[in-house]
């Protein structure tokens, strides 16, 4: 047979549909591979009247990271999402998480007010980010007095909430915020400063947290709701106390105990906390941690918050080598060399909970 008689007769519609469709087959199926491996991670900012605005989205060929609910980072004391722009408070850990595939929201309460008020500003935004998701839950992460907003939430409205991350967080009070309190007011349990430095202090710190409000991207008419003595008195150890005895999930039994339980209304809850104040010389903020340690008087430290006070949950570690601002990866990733980067250890634990099938 010569060749063109082969080719023609190789080229028949019988012949030729059926290899046709094994290609188009193949086509279809290498399209659905680089679909689903280059599904996108995304970061969404919920700092805005409106809702969660979408920061950025990139391709993933890992799904380290890819949970079943979205992953909600929330402020601690003083916090804001992105600052004018330049720096955000969860330095790199957004980006870094949504690589590996997690769907990512950023929140922003009063920067400066207790954990009912902010908890409840939380609240509002998980449920906003619920319905943009299309997720009944989440999986809630807080930093410093974040960690204790997040619990307010799992407490009053469970049925948002797959887990429960706490980092860093005075769960049973800072002594800094002892001390400075004591040294404010010491017998004042109202609700108001009763003199007037009081006032003037917390004035200011009323002040930075409109700073951070605008900072954050809030428009001036939307300013939250800042209260400087109630932080104070929340962070304290008096205010951890009555705050605990409404939401103790998960909480130890005394206070340098451990907790005895890490799931309750079918929450998980986890922790995990730091140690040192010194960590990098470079950092000009290890030196401030050094300064507000010094009433823990030789207690393990991370510059505000105890490794005692912080363990809530199934304790991952609280004896990192991280000072209070590390563990949020700041100054500006400036923490301890040789030691676990901060993104690294979200990472982990981002990937327990999908191995948890949360």
């Known amino acids: 047979m010569t060749l063109s008689l082969y080719i023609r007769a190789a080229l028949t519609p019988k012949?030729?549909?059926?290899?046709?469709?094994?290609?188009?087959?193949?086509?279809?199926?290498?399209?659905?591979?680089?679909?689903?491996?280059?599904?996108?991670?995304?970061?969404?900012?919920?700092?805005n009247a409106n809702g969660c605005?979408?920061?950025?989205?990139?391709?993933?060929?890992?799904?380290?990271?890819?949970?079943?609910?979205?992953?909600?980072?929330?402020?601690?004391?003083?916090?804001?999402?992105?600052?004018?722009?330049?720096?955000?408070?969860?330095n790199g850990i957004p980006e870094d998480l949504m690589k590996g595939g997690s769907e990512v929201y950023t929140t922003k309460t009063s920067a400066v007010n207790n954990s009912e008020v902010r908890g409840e500003q939380l609240l509002q935004q998980v449920?906003?980010?619920?319905?943009?998701?299309?997720?009944?839950?989440?999986?809630?992460?807080?930093?410093?007095?974040?960690?204790?907003?997040?619990?307010?939430v799992a407490g009053v409205a469970p049925k948002y909430v797959a887990s429960v991350t706490a980092v860093s967080s005075p769960e049973q009070g800072s002594k800094t915020a002892d001390f400075v309190k004591n040294v404010l007011e010491p017998n004042n349990t109202s609700g108001e400063p009763s003199n007037v430095t009081t006032q003037l202090v917390s004035g200011v710190f009323n002040l930075i947290g409109g700073f951070t409000d605008i900072g954050s991207g809030i428009s001036f008419n939307q300013i939250q709701e800042q209260d400087g003595w109630q932080a104070l008195v929340a962070l304290s150890t008096d205010g951890a106390a009555k705050f605990n005895a409404k939401f103790p999930a998960a909480m130890p039994k005394s206070y340098c105990g451990q907790p005895t339980s890490t799931a309750v209304n079918?929450?998980?809850?986890?922790?995990?906390?730091?140690?040192?104040?010194?960590?990098?010389?470079?950092?000009?903020?290890?030196?401030?941690?050094?300064?507000?340690?010094?009433?823990?008087?030789g207690e393990s430290n991370d510059g505000l918050v105890s490794a005692c006070s912080s363990r809530l949950g199934y304790v991952i570690r609280d004896n990192y080598r991280m000072?209070?601002?590390?563990?949020?990866?700041?100054?500006?990733?400036?923490?301890?060399?040789?030691?676990?980067?901060?993104?690294?250890?979200?990472?982990?634990?981002?990937?327990?909970?999908?191995?948890?099938?949360l």
């Open 53 to 90: 605005k979408l920061v950025d989205s990139k391709y993933f060929t890992s799904s380290y990271t890819k949970t079943q609910y979205p992953v909600v980072l929330a402020h601690g004391l003083g916090g804001f999402t992105t600052l004018f722009g330049v720096i955000d408070y969860f």
């Open 323 to 357: 000072n209070h601002l590390d563990s949020a990866d700041q100054v500006l990733g400036l923490t301890a060399w040789g030691e676990s980067e901060p993104k690294s250890i979200y990472r982990t634990q981002v990937n327990r909970l999908k191995n948890a099938n």
């Open 266 to 297: 079918g929450i998980k809850y986890y922790s995990f906390s730091g140690v040192g104040q010194i960590t990098s010389a470079l950092d000009p903020s290890d030196y401030l941690l050094a300064a507000t340690g010094v009433p823990f008087a």
């Open 15 to 47: 012949k030729l549909l059926p290899i046709l469709g094994s290609i188009s087959a193949g086509v279809l199926l290498m399209t659905m591979q680089t679909t689903s491996a280059q599904a996108a991670g995304q970061y969404y900012n919920c700092a």
């Open 127 to 152: 449920k906003t980010i619920a319905a943009i998701s299309g997720e009944s839950k989440v999986n809630l992460f807080g930093h410093s007095q974040g960690g204790i907003d997040i619990r307010y």
